[in-house]
């Protein structure tokens, strides 16, 4: 599987956008970036993918760079709820449901107020 | 419906004991999956399941036992657990291809 880089931590103020960065220069044609939040005492959440295309969705946009090699999770306008730690990960196309999902150590957001 | 529910939301068991860990949805996903996760670090894959079969094993001690009765319920099965087992059991399902994961609350276990 095809590992991604993340900062351990990030910083944010409450009501300004946070753009959370993710490496995945080892990516291949066929995977897709899905990012995934935790917040405390909670099971992941879900929270974006793409494969080339910049997306956006009510919770946060996506943008992938053009090689492909890194992308950009933004949250437009941080809350203290958005405090949580934000995963990165590639998954490959499974058509017979038996893709893995493998999660990194992720990049912690703390969003001051 | 939603949501991936896990119950019990917590468990404490002795290291003799039997116990069972339950996953239900209804959202019509055909994989379901097992996560183990430590305190302080990211959920770890144990079990794949898609379409009621066991698909993936990460190489899990035996002494945890993954079932899947039907499409919509997904078990594990707990005998003579030891204390580095405590931790977040969490369920996920999807419906495959590119799509997210849905992951439930999770079981928190403790062994004693």
């Known amino acids: 599987d095809a590992k991604t880089t993340q900062p351990n931590s990030m910083e944010s103020n409450e009501e300004e956008p946070v753009h959370l960065p993710c490496n995945h220069s080892t990516i291949s044609g066929t995977d897709y970036i899905h990012w995934y939040r935790q917040l405390p005492s909670q099971g992941p959440e879900y929270v974006i993918h793409g494969l080339t295309s910049n997306v956006n969705n009510r919770m946060a946009s996506l943008a992938i760079a053009e090689d492909r090699k890194s992308s950009t999770l933004i949250l437009h306008r941080a809350t203290l709820r958005d405090a949580a730690v934000y995963y990165c990960?590639?998954?490959?196309?499974?058509?017979?449901?038996?893709?893995?999902?493998?999660f990194g150590q992720g990049t912690t957001l703390q969003v001051k107020p | 419906d939603t949501e991936v529910t896990q119950t019990p939301k917590h468990l404490v068991m002795g290291m003799t004991n039997k116990k069972s860990l339950k996953c239900e949805q209804h959202?019509?996903?055909?994989?379901m999956y097992w996560y183990k996760q430590k305190a302080k670090k990211p959920p770890e894959l144990m079990f794949v399941?898609?379409?009621?079969?066991?698909?993936i094993n990460e190489s899990v001690p035996s002494r945890f036992s993954p079932e899947c009765p039907n499409s919509s319920l997904l078990n594990l099965h707990l005998h003579a657990l030891q204390p580095e087992d405590s931790a977040l059991y969490l369920c996920a399902s999807s419906q495959g291809g590119s799509y997210g994961y849905t992951f439930g609350s999770g079981t928190r276990l403790t062994v004693v």
């Open positions: 990960i590639l998954r490959g196309y499974f058509s017979g449901n038996t893709g893995k999902l493998i």
């Open positions: 959202m019509g996903h055909r994989a």
């Open positions: 399941y898609s379409y009621e079969k066991l698909s």
